[in-house]
């Protein structure tokens, strides 16, 4: 039997869960080939979350899980078949001060830069350095060790500055036996 207490706390819920849409959006962008596909990701991302409401209430870090929902939802849509991944378009939100030229030619350099980097390596430098989200947070809402999420940051970034500096140096693999 409900309770009043019961539809307070999930009404807490319902509101502690829109705090986080601005950051969703925000992380969907950074995904999605576009604002379309970006709100899309969002909008399936809230459903699942709303569709697994009687869960929050053992939520201890809603963000964590709201961004584990989006990471499952965008791979399952990469994984179906005759979809594909598309290159951010060139909108940009407004920001206070209009960027000068070369701001925005950097920008652009690095969400080119960003495009070329392995989904896992880009998914991880999104989360760490766009949503300032821990490593243990990281390896929790992607359900990886914490370990590869270190390892996967430290390639991507190595492999983010070669791209933007010019010097890509060609991947050399180790021979484990």
Not at 26 to 34: D, K, Q, T, V
Not at 53 to 63: E, H, K, Y
Not at 81 to 110: F, H, I, K, N, Y
Not at 120 to 148: F, H, K, N, W
Request: hydrophobic letters at 40%.
């Amino acid at each position: 039997m409900r309770t009043d207490h019961d539809d307070n706390n999930e009404k807490a819920s319902g509101q502690q869960l829109l705090t986080w849409v601005p950051r969703l959006r925000r992380y969907a962008r950074a995904l999605a080939s576009n604002r379309d596909d970006a709100d899309d990701l969002v909008q399936d991302t809230l459903e699942r979350a709303c569709a697994k409401s009687s869960l929050w209430l053992g939520v201890t870090d809603m963000r964590a899980w709201l961004f584990s929902i989006m990471h499952n939802v965008h791979v399952d849509g990469i994984r179906r078949p005759g979809l594909a991944t598309v290159a951010l378009d060139d909108e940009t939100p407004e920001a206070p001060v209009a960027p000068t030229q070369d701001d925005r030619l950097a920008v652009l350099d690095l969400q080119a830069a960003l495009e070329q980097l392995p989904a896992e390596q880009r998914e991880i430098m999104l989360l760490v350095a766009l949503e300032d989200m821990s490593y243990a947070e990281v390896a929790a809402t992607l359900g990886i060790p914490i370990g590869s999420v270190m390892s996967r940051l430290s390639r991507g970034r190595e492999r983010l500055r070669s791209l933007l500096t010019g010097h890509v140096q060609p991947v050399r693999l180790k021979v484990v036996k």
